[in-house]
């Protein structure tokens, strides 16, 4: 079975922080994809990044950058210099390739972190 | 560009009435998936369309059914509703497999249910 693991229910930082979130996972598809979604107060899910299972490069675009490695199966986020509006509930999650039915795999995801950045 | 978008934004019902929730996919994209978000919790995968059939199902209670229509937009129905019910509902869409978009699901802005 699939399951996605996010240790860590609440951060709280001071502006200007670094902070790691974790996500750990679990599947028996040698194939997959990983994601991280931001869900701010508002609510709507904001995609932030994919990873494929073949692809084990670390990943930096701006402040974010993600840390891949199958070994461990985990899958770690980390903001530099967070920011107030970095405020939100972050959430990990996995798909299969493909599933029975022929089409894409539908979102495992974790529980999320909630994350606070304080001025 | 275009979005995934969904239609109430808001909704609020009476317990044991009837819902109905619509999601238009972005155009191209042939997978239509539901989640399900209860407060303070992670989306639940309810249901998934492929090419206008059922994919795959989840967690969605025998009070819940959908449908994809000809023009791949989709619909929730809900009836006999609970408290319980009172959530998030999130529909999603993604490109078909090759395009290369690696499953990345766009998602819509949700449509948040009450249930008194």
């Known amino acids: 079975a699939q399951k996605v693991t996010q240790a860590q229910t609440e951060i709280s930082v001071v502006e200007k922080e670094d902070v790691t979130l974790d996500c750990v996972y679990e599947?028996?598809?040698?194939?997959?994809?990983l994601f991280w979604y931001k869900q701010p107060p508002s609510g709507e899910l904001v995609f932030l990044i994919r990873?494929?299972?073949?692809?084990?490069q670390n990943e930096i675009s701006g402040r974010y950058s993600w840390n891949f490695q199958k070994s461990t199966s985990s899958f770690n986020f980390t903001i530099t210099a967070s920011q107030v509006v970095d405020s939100a509930v972050y959430f990990c999650?996995?798909?299969?390739?493909?599933?029975?039915?022929?089409?894409?795999?539908?979102?495992?995801f974790g529980k999320g972190t909630k994350l606070s950045v304080k001025p | 560009a275009a979005g995934v978008i969904q239609s109430p934004r808001h909704l609020i019902k009476e317990k044991r009435e009837t819902a109905t929730l619509k999601c238009y996919p972005i155009?191209?994209?042939?997978?239509v998936y539901w989640y399900q978000q209860g407060p303070g919790q992670d989306p639940q995968f309810l249901i998934s369309?492929?090419?206008?059939?059922q994919s795959d199902k989840g967690s969605i209670p025998d009070r819940f059914s959908a449908q994809q229509f000809s023009d791949y937009h989709s619909e929730l129905n809900m009836s006999s509703l609970e408290l319980g019910d009172s959530a998030l509902y999130f529909c999603?869409?993604?490109?078909?497999w090759g395009s290369g978009s690696g499953n990345e699901q766009f998602f819509g802005p949700g449509t948040r249910l009450t249930v008194l």
């Open positions: 990873r494929n299972s073949f692809d084990e």
């Open positions: 155009p191209r994209h042939d997978t």
């Open positions: 999603a869409s993604t490109l078909p």
């Open positions: 599947t028996r598809d040698t194939t997959y994809y």
């Open positions: 999650a996995l798909s299969e390739a493909m599933n029975y039915g022929g089409s894409q795999g539908n979102l495992i």
């Open positions: 369309f492929y090419e206008k059939m």
